[in-house]
């Protein structure tokens, strides 16, 4: 099902944590929200796309892949 969340456990150190937190209570958000945000971030950051429009659109080129290239004359 493409649109069920995929979970995964992962681990930070209990002073990450708490900073994590704080800053989730601070900004009114969720932690979840915290880190969508920051993955976000990184994959742009990367030149990667976070979307199936972004991946569409990266992927999308000037020149179809099956032209030839302009012959030169002379």
Known sequence: MPDEPIRKRIEFD???WHALDLL???S???V???V?????DLLKKK????NLKDALTLSS????ANDAAP???R
Do not use: H
């Open 14 to 16: 209990r002073a990450t």
């Open 24 to 26: 989730a209570r601070d």
């Open 28 to 30: 009114m958000k969720t």
């Open 32 to 34: 979840q929200d915290l």
């Open 36 to 40: 969508d945000e920051a993955i976000a």
């Open 47 to 50: 030149g990667r796309p976070s």
């Open 61 to 64: 080129r000037r020149l179809p």
């Open 71 to 73: 012959s030169k004359r």
